[in-house]
């Protein structure tokens, strides 16, 4: 109850106040707290059938047609364009370049072998990333299993990826470690178990009706909680061998990202204040308790019953405490409305047993989602006061847009407000003792959305999908960011217009 509490007051504070920080730079943050921005591997990299690459579960369902329209046998070609991105990362003036690298690339059965060009591509676009003065942040999977693993035994539905997945992980720790101080082992593990297992629009596409329609196969019901359940005992394999074999050599360090929303209760009732906090517990502490308390929400576990899987002593001290900091992803802030009446039924699933309605325009495609910079900074509140002030990096935060003519495109004013005001809330949040060290943008490039495909743009740089060339331009967010990163004071409304060197493609600094 005294969390409760604590939440409606925070964000119904936030929600009244002023942002703050209208107008500042860089330097009012504290020293070493990081700037980037991040992609992921079957977003950008392409080459998709090239050097000993074998075909994820993300190749598998865009070919089957679910991929919204595209697929990632191209997309941005960085696997043959890196030097020219790091080239750009350099000129905005990144602190640090988030990517994830492709299990299937790197290990193309998924365990044994280790390709030897995917090995060099990684070790290239690392060395190529530090020798301009990026440090590179490392995702090691995101939404891209190998396929040859789902089909062996069902992937994540399988303990049996927990040991596959460590050996993937001391691989990349072995190669790359060197390098490679910060590793996050898994991107939202909590939107991949319920978009790939729930609502089926997302690869492996299993679901069962009513819940999602047109899949493979699956049960809405029980699968999220198990492969969310094995997601973070590979977490913690992983990052308890790191902590064992490499951490006192490479002195890097292990976290997990976390699919994040911000929430306020529809009304003053006492039941939309609930079902709040009940959102805030089945959305943020189904991955976040675990590890930091070694079990679930008492109150997932209440709701779920049989359905919600079990640690065991020794899982739970193994999962708890195995995370150097948590990577939050976060876009916009839903209105919550209590809806206790879906426990009513025979069948549910993980909405269901949320028993809360959100409200909100939460699809990326629209490009429309609404600015509440109070909502990021409330959630970093939260952190603080739930989970004991962990080191924090925001990891993918902007504005959506959709994809339109080239030089229309580029006036993205819109982005840069939105920019300005979530910035400024993490700037507040740390003035108010937030242990966040870092924002990365999502995304660097325009790239191949899992929700969207080509058709909508989240990238400082637009790509220009039908030049054969990919070519790369500055969108005015890229301007008004690199000015933050340079050290100037900036403003939301600091840049009306592009600069005349705009139609450039590469040499814009």
Known sequence: ?????????????????????????RNDFPSGFIFGSGTSAYQVEGAANEDGRS???????????????????????????Y????????????????????????IPNGRGYVNPKGLEYYNNLINELISHGVQPHVSLYHYDLPQVLEDEYGGWLNRTIVKDFTAYADVCFQEFGDRVLYWTTLSEPNAFALEGYD??????????????TNCSGGNSSSEPYIVAHNMLLAHASAARLYEKQYKAKQQGFVGISVFTYGVSPLTDSKEDKIAAE????????????????GDYPDIMKKIVGSRMPAFNHTESEHVKGSCDFIGVIHYTTMKIKDKSSSLELKERDFYADMAAELIGNNDPSSGKFPSMPWGLEALLEYFKQTYGNPTIYIVENVLAGQVTLRNSSLEDTTRVEYLHAYIGAVLD???????????????????????????ASYGLFYVDFKDPDLKRYPRLSAYWYSHLLKGTTVTANGFSQLPDNSSSSLSWF
């Open 1 to 25: 109850m005294l969390i409760l509490l604590f939440l409606v007051t925070t964000l119904l504070n936030f929600q009244s106040s002023v942002l703050a920080a209208t107008k500042f730079s």
């Open 55 to 81: 075909p994820s579960i993300w190749d598998t369902f865009a070919h089957a047609g679910y991929g919204h329209g595209g697929t990632g046998d191209v997309a941005c070609d960085e696997y043959h364009k």
């Open 83 to 106: 030097k020219e991105d790091v080239r750009l990362m350099a000129g905005i003036g990144l602190d640090a370049y988030r990517f994830s690298i492709s299990w299937s690339r790197l």
């Open 199 to 212: 609502e089926g629009v997302c690869p492996p596409r299993r679901c069962s009706p009513p819940f999602g």
């Open 278 to 293: 009940r959102v805030l517990d089945f959305s943020i502490g189904w991955i976040l308790h675990p590890l930091f308390f």
């Open 429 to 455: 949040a740390v003035r108010n003792g937030s242990n966040t060290k870092g924002y990365f943008s999502w995304s660097f490039l325009d790239l191949y959305e899992l929700l969207s495909g080509y058709q």
